[in-house]
């Protein structure tokens, strides 16, 4: 048998052979192998955690408390015939992550103001988001916890309030107060629901201005829902729908600031909403010059309007509240922490 000669391997070679594989041009199949892993990854249902660990523990914690109070608020802002549909709206339209907190304030409002109907209306909303969530897929065709399509949340509140109002219109022998209340519940709960989703979803996903429309809805209900509450005679939604007229008119003009303090003035008193609108129209006119003597004028306008209306109980009722918001505009204002402030613009031009 002739001798054949083995050729003896270098420790090299090895090395060398594995830099060759490692080389190696990947083939189509391989991608394609690559590239359906990579899509069923990307379809197994994920969980949205309530915490993101982009962000600090404090500030998660205070959002969470923030929209604690935001589902309180919402569940105590009561409309005509005792309707409450804004905690129903809110609840629907929050998604994971902030759902738990919504939830929880609400909840926590009602049970203590021992409002057991509007609480079992809370509790029959998330059963209902529960079960849609469980068979019912999202845009995607992927079955995610409490991130339902919007038109499904929607739906959610519009049953839940139109339930509970049949409910108490045949326990109270479908009296037309019980009626006016079925029907405005059951269009007031949708509606407030639509425009809370911009509040949860991408920037103007849903509809063009969509996440403004969500953010002016919560402060206004939060306004509507305060109308009544006074800290030593200043009236903390009075000084709210002052102080969004001054940061209106400076963000985006006299025209959407006016209307803007026209509106939070609606839901704080009706007859006091031009009061808001003069605020906003003459701070406008002279914050280019000086906004200092902008406050004052729109404070004093909003003052003589209240005087006009009421009298002496009338400005008690408001002044307080517009030396508090134009205080706290100003003191903020000289930190440089509005947009359009000289100190703000002193410290854009720094940095440049």
Not at 4 to 32: L, Y
Not at 55 to 80: I, V
Not at 208 to 232: C, D, K, M, N, W
């Amino acid at each position: 048998m002739p001798n054949v000669k083995k050729k003896k391997e270098r420790p090299g070679d090895d090395r060398h052979a594995a830099g060759q594989e490692e080389n190696r041009p990947e083939t189509t199949r391989e991608r394609v192998d690559d590239r359906g892993a990579a899509a069923k990854a990307a379809k197994k249902p994920r969980l949205t955690l309530p915490f993101s660990p982009d962000r600090s523990t404090a500030e998660q914690l205070l959002r969470l408390l923030l929209f604690a109070a935001l589902g309180a608020l919402a569940a105590s802002a009561e409309l005509l015939f005792g309707v409450r549909p804004f905690g129903i709206g809110l609840a629907a339209a929050a998604t994971l992550p902030m759902l738990p907190a919504v939830a929880a304030g609400a909840a926590l409002y009602l049970l203590f103001t021992k409002e057991y109907v509007s609480l079992f209306a809370l509790f029959l909303l998330l059963a209902l988001r529960t079960v849609v969530a469980l068979f019912s897929p999202n845009e995607k065709g992927e079955r995610f916890w409490f991130a339902e399509r919007p038109l499904y949340r929607i739906v959610a509140a519009g049953a839940t309030a139109l339930a509970v109002g049949v409910y108490l219109s045949a326990r109270g022998g479908f009296r037309y107060y019980d009626l006016f209340a079925l029907l405005l519940s059951a269009a007031a709960a949708p509606l407030s629901a639509a425009l809370y989703l911009g509040v949860f979803e991408k920037k103007d996903k849903l509809y063009p201005y969509s996440r403004e429309a969500g953010y002016a809805t919560v402060v206004l209900t939060a306004i509507f829902a305060l109308r009544t509450v006074s800290f030593f005679g200043i009236y903390p939604a009075a000084a709210a729908a002052a102080g969004v007229a001054f940061l209106l008119v400076s963000h985006r003009g006299i025209l959407v600031g006016s209307i803007g303090g026209a509106l939070c003035g609606l839901c704080f008193d009706w007859r006091l909403a031009p009061a808001f609108f003069l605020c906003g129209l003459c701070f406008g006119l002279l914050e280019k010059s000086t906004r200092g003597g902008g406050v004052l004028a729109g404070g004093a306008a909003a003052a003589l309007y209240a005087f006009f209306l009421d009298g002496t109980p009338g400005l008690s009722h408001l002044l307080p509240a517009l030396l508090t918001a134009g205080a706290l505009f100003l003191a903020t204002d000289s930190a440089g922490l509005i947009e359009g402030a000289p100190a703000h613009l002193l410290a854009v031009l720094r940095r440049r």
